[in-house]
């Protein structure tokens, strides 16, 4: 009397229906020979989460329905199995030329070749980087059907992601007759996620009375990560079985028919820390944007600073070193210990490496600036130009090589501005724009003694963990000499930008004046900056990008 279910934990790629359609084929197939009847993959996998406008476009829709009867017809021939598919159905239609949207996140049952039920989502999430209300109507029935035949038989209820954050989709559920919850999800990472979707499943499931079985979608999609994570929870709340975080799997979870329900038993995968969850979003975000978008490898500057060597160590481990360039470009003012712990890093982790001096460049550009900068002191334009000759620099690179650049600047000095537009700033991908500046800190501190890939323990010299921060763009330079200690900054660019809370609550808690005047002023004038940065990871629960959506052009002072 049990049966056996499969989380396909997949990582799949939006718009390559194919190619989706033959990663579910195949997993379902394998699902299928070690005995699994019941095989659940995440939200909208025939399409891939998420695909944004591609929703409003009828042809996507159309090929995401014909995907969907090729997934099927792909399966027909396994007796007895049902496979749980998320896609997108029906579309848009003209009133009087009004468009009126019909278009639903939807998952459907299939079986026999034949699509046996299919359910819309309830509950469409429109906030932090979710717009689902901007491209769907929400359903409004529950949808239960039987698993298994038989003794083995269970009546399952189907929920997608968002609904089962509510009372009532699982309540309906059981109201239908379901004796077991299957919901389906893509809900992005960032620090701390995958634990508090657990407790929040377990609340709701000592509410309803059901077990659940938890599917989730694992992979980089531009700018945000999926953790995996997948679980199932006995309708007591107990863990009764965890997946692997960040990678791909096969997930196996036994259905048993017990005296007080349905009873659920899988392996259990060991909680991790928060560090080494964020380690290995930042690689699965550099690792898939890199993969998905077809490039042969990434190129970034290695200053010597601890900013590029993270940002180094996470590529060696995403990429391998033989896919990696790193590139030294010392200026008048760059320090011998830049160049030696640069030199040291590289050989460390084995990538390319070369040194290009900018300093001629730096003088031609003097030189022909000189007679219309007569009369006026060296300023920050000067340490401008030698930030946007790095950028012109790699940019040519990766226009010779066709690697990506990747950007080294983190989410302190986005806040403030320190950071130069097609400077600093040039690249293609930010993989640490997310992340305080003290997160570097203590992530590079953990990285130095964890080798989660292998790629060989401690590959950042210590005396660029313990070094002041400088920028090397004018004699004697640190960071701290024009903004406040990164402990204060980081504390409270997060207070303010990522939860939200006022000047005056920072100020009364202690925060100097000063310093929250000063930081807030910066957030607020480095708009434009920060919307021409490249996308980057989010691993915070409020990034600068979909999360962030402020006005350039704005008067407002609080």
């Not at 999800?185 to 499943?201: C, D, I, L, W």
């Not at 920028?471 to 980081?490: C, G, H, I, T, W």
Request: proline share 4%; with cysteine; net charge negative.
């Amino acid at each position: 009397m049990t049966l056996k279910i499969c989380v396909a934990q997949l990582n799949l790629c939006v718009g390559d229906l194919a190619g989706n359609v033959r990663r579910i084929v195949e997993s379902a197939r394998c699902a299928y020979a070690d005995g699994a009847r019941l095989v659940l993959t995440p939200e909208l996998s025939i399409c891939g989460y998420a695909a944004e406008d591609l929703f409003l476009r009828p042809a996507f829709i159309a090929a995401c329905d014909d995907a969907v009867k090729t997934l099927a017809s792909e399966l027909a021939g396994l007796k007895d199995l049902q496979l749980v598919v998320g896609h997108p159905v029906g579309g848009d239609r003209r009133t009087r030329s009004v468009a009126v949207q019909k278009r639903f996140n939807a998952a459907s049952v299939l079986c026999g070749g034949n699509i046996t039920h299919t359910y819309a989502k309830r509950e469409l999430p429109n906030y932090q980087v979710f717009d689902e209300r901007r491209y769907f109507m929400p359903g409004d029935t529950a949808c239960v059907f039987t698993a298994g035949s038989g003794a083995d038989a269970v009546q399952v209820g189907l929920l997608i992601c968002e609904d089962a954050w509510f009372e009532a989709p699982a309540r309906d559920a059981r109201a239908a007759g379901a004796q077991l919850l299957a919901v389906i999800n893509a809900s992005p990472f960032h620090v701390g996620k995958g634990y508090e979707r657990e407790q929040t499943m377990r609340e709701r499931v000592l509410a309803c009375g059901l077990p659940m079985v938890y599917a989730h979608l694992v992979g980089g999609q531009d700018e945000v990560v999926f953790e995996g994570h997948s679980f199932a929870l006995g309708a007591d709340g107990s863990v009764a079985g965890r997946a692997p975080s960040f990678r791909e799997a096969q997930f196996a979870v036994t259905a048993r028919h017990g005296a007080a329900g349905i009873e659920l038993a899988a392996s259990v995968e060991p909680e991790r820390s928060a560090d080494a969850d964020l380690w290995d979003a930042l690689v699965l975000g550099v690792r898939d944007y890199l993969g998905k978008n077809g490039f042969p490898g990434a190129i970034l500057g290695l200053s010597g600073g601890i900013d590029s060597a993270l940002v180094l160590a996470i590529a060696v481990d995403a990429l391998g070193c033989e896919r990696v360039r790193a590139v030294m470009m010392p200026s008048p003012y760059t320090a011998d210990i830049s160049w030696i712990d640069a030199r040291e890093m590289a050989a460390r982790l084995g990538v390319h490496y070369e040194e290009i001096s900018i300093v001629p460049e730096f003088e031609a550009f003097k030189a022909s600036l000189a007679s219309a900068f007569a009369g006026r002191q060296e300023d920050t334009t000067e340490e401008n130009i030698q930030a946007r000759i790095r950028g012109t620099l790699l940019m040519a690179m990766s226009n010779k090589f066709g690697s990506i650049v990747l950007t080294t600047g983190n989410k302190s000095e986005l806040a403030t501005g320190y950071c130069t537009l097609y400077g600093d700033m040039a690249g293609g991908f930010a993989a640490i724009k997310d992340l305080a500046k003290t997160t570097v800190f203590r992530l590079a501190h953990w990285r130095n003694t964890h080798d989660p890939y292998g790629t060989g323990s401690a590959p950042i010299p210590q005396r660029i963990i313990t070094r002041a921060p400088s920028a090397e763009l004018r004699p004697d330079q640190k960071d701290q000499d024009s903004l406040p200690p990164y402990e204060v900054l980081d504390a409270i660019v997060e207070r303010y930008m990522e939860n939200d809370e006022s000047i005056e609550s920072l100020i009364a808690d202690g925060f100097a004046a000063a310093d929250v005047e000063r930081v807030t002023r910066l957030i607020k004038i480095n708009e434009y900056k920060r919307r021409q940065a490249p996308i980057g990871i989010r691993v915070t629960h409020r990034s600068f990008g979909k999360d962030w959506r402020y006005p350039i052009t704005n008067m407002f002072r609080q």
